[in-house]
């Protein structure tokens, strides 16, 4: 059978998943002081760009397919 989860296993996740949260809070914080003020600065170039979504669409493809797919180059 399934065991219920105690009260002090759920405040322990939940305490996780806050701890976690703040920390990606943190460093978001950090990453918008830092280019605070920086204008005309693109944060990827657009082959960079182009790069990324080639590989994200690989990984979507690859999935459907359950196959290899190799991303495609410009």
Known sequence: GVEPVGGLEV???A???QQRLSGIAT???KFVDAIAGQTGQPLVTPREAAARVAVKEAAYQAARTQTWVKPATA
Do not use: D, G, I, M
């Open 15 to 17: 305490a996780a998943v």
């Open 27 to 29: 460093l978001t914080r």
């Open 11 to 13: 405040q322990r996740c």
